[in-house]
């Protein structure tokens, strides 16, 4: 029977799942749940199922089912955490065919993101980890393609820029390095430029009017957690979860420099016949 240390000291990987793990249990991850079932439970569902996966031929098939089975034992948090840890333990698994990518991109969709977003990081590590130093630009960007998140794609490339000067290695590799963490720096801000020109509230004023009109909708803090409010503002105003999320979980304030969007935004709501209404100076 296998106990936490065997699974934590046979992988680095699984010692990076931990890491989450322990995150979760300490209520540290960004989603806001804790979890109280123990770790060595966890890798015990994980790699069950992985191990089951790994013997079905198409195993996109069977997500649904991996997680109705999942939600007759455990709560949503725990469903999401394990799920999330299958995902993880096959995406860097060496028994790699067509069908379980295609139950990668299946169980990607099942999960929460916002429990997902927790193994980012953990992601990004493993695919410095295991990547093979070479001298082709054109393998890394593979790479870091998979990578959505601007930040980590840049930490991707920054951590390998690392390797390459501490291996005092030569050729066009650092250059290239170099010019990709550049370009990646170009497109946030190019990001940043077309949400500041646009005629648009700030993030607060814009999820402060979110959750007055859910709050009317008897939809507010007092009968949804934050998390799944937070994924609804993130998604309406592209504007990122962990933000929302912080932000919600701190309470907004709006400030006097918020006056000329509170005002819109009251006028706009005003012309649709509603009484809500904004104020600077109260937390929301």
């Known amino acids: 029977m296998k106990t936490l240390n065997t699974y934590i000291n046979s992988t680095e990987l699984n010692a990076r799942i931990y890491q989450v793990l322990l995150n979760f249990q300490n209520c540290k991850a960004h989603c806001g749940n804790k979890l109280k079932t123990p770790p060595l439970e966890i890798f015990n569902q994980a790699y069950q199922i992985c191990a089951k996966l790994e013997k079905e031929q198409y195993p996109e098939q069977v997500?649904?089912?991996i997680w109705n089975k999942l939600r007759d034992k455990f709560p949503l948090c725990e469903t999401n955490i394990i799920l999330s840890c299958v995902y993880v333990i096959l995406l860097f698994s060496?028994?790699?065919?067509?069908?379980?990518?295609?139950?990668?991109?299946c169980?990607?969709?099942?999960?929460?993101?916002?429990?997902?977003?927790?193994?980012?990081?953990?992601?990004?590590?493993?695919?410095?980890?295991i990547t093979a130093i070479?001298?082709?630009?054109?393998?890394?960007?593979?790479?870091?393609?998979?990578?959505?998140d601007l930040n980590e794609q840049e930490l991707f490339y920054i951590g390998y820029l690392a390797h390459y000067k501490q291996a005092q290695h030569k050729g066009n590799i650092i250059q290239q390095i170099q010019d990709q963490i550049e370009f990646i720096k170009r497109k946030k801000e190019l990001t940043t430029i077309e949400k500041d020109t646009t005629d648009s509230a700030s993030m607060k004023v814009k999820s402060v009017v979110i959750l007055e009109l859910l709050k009317a909708l008897q939809l507010g803090p007092a009968t949804n957690d934050l998390s799944k409010i937070s994924r609804l503002i993130s998604y309406l105003t592209?504007?990122?979860?962990n933000s929302v999320y912080q932000a919600l979980k701190t309470r907004i304030s709006l400030a006097d420099f918020h006056n000329d969007e509170v005002e819109?935004?009251?006028?706009?709501?005003?012309?649709?016949?509603s009484s809500i209404k904004i104020t600077t100076g109260n937390q929301y």
């Open 238 to 241: 592209d504007f990122s979860y």
């Open 264 to 273: 819109k935004a009251n006028k706009i709501l005003k012309d649709l016949n």
């Open 94 to 105: 060496k028994k790699q065919t067509q069908n379980m990518q295609f139950f990668l991109t």
């Open 134 to 148: 070479t001298d082709d630009i054109e393998e890394l960007k593979k790479v870091a393609d998979q990578i959505t």
């Open 107 to 129: 169980c990607k969709q099942q999960i929460d993101e916002c429990y997902l977003h927790e193994f980012q990081h953990l992601i990004t590590e493993e695919l410095i980890h």
């Open 63 to 65: 997500v649904s089912t």
